[in-house]
């Protein structure tokens, strides 16, 4: 088991910054792909980005590309998701992710997630 809980979520502008943090504890954080997404309200579940076992590769999706960064810190056991210029369609429950696989953008191909953290992005 892994037990996953997010935290740095909150309100700030149009243009703002947030990072958002996921210790993990349980089984060895180093054997996991680490992945992103989020769920605005009425929508589906959707991929924001991902990163290997190693932390050298990443995938982000389009709508946050080069704004979001993925990384993570294997000795702490956690993973980190930087947000800059933010938008108000950013505004979404954050969730972070484990899977057995190095890496993926599906939902479905995760085993383990955190409770989730709450952004909002006000114009």
């Known amino acids: 088991q892994v037990r996953l809980v997010e935290s740095g979520g909150g309100l700030v502008q149009d243009g703002g910054s947030l990072r958002l943090s996921c210790a993990a504890s349980?089984?060895?954080?180093?054997?996991?792909?680490m992945g992103w997404f989020r769920q605005a309200r009425g929508k589906e579940r959707e991929f924001v980005a991902a990163?290997?076992?190693?932390?050298?590769?990443?995938s982000y999706a389009d709508s946050v590309k080069g704004r979001f960064t993925i990384s993570r810190d294997n000795a702490k056991n956690t993973v980190f998701l930087q947000m800059n210029s933010l938008k108000p369609e950013d505004t979404a429950a954050y969730y972070c992710?484990?899977?057995?696989?190095?890496?993926?953008?599906?939902?479905?191909?995760?085993?383990?997630w955190g409770q989730g953290t709450q952004v909002t992005v006000s114009s």
């Open positions: 349980g089984r060895t954080f180093s054997s996991f792909g």
């Open positions: 990163i290997t076992r190693s932390g050298g590769g990443t």
């Open positions: 992710a484990a899977s057995h696989l190095d890496w993926s953008d599906y939902p479905r191909n995760y085993n383990y």
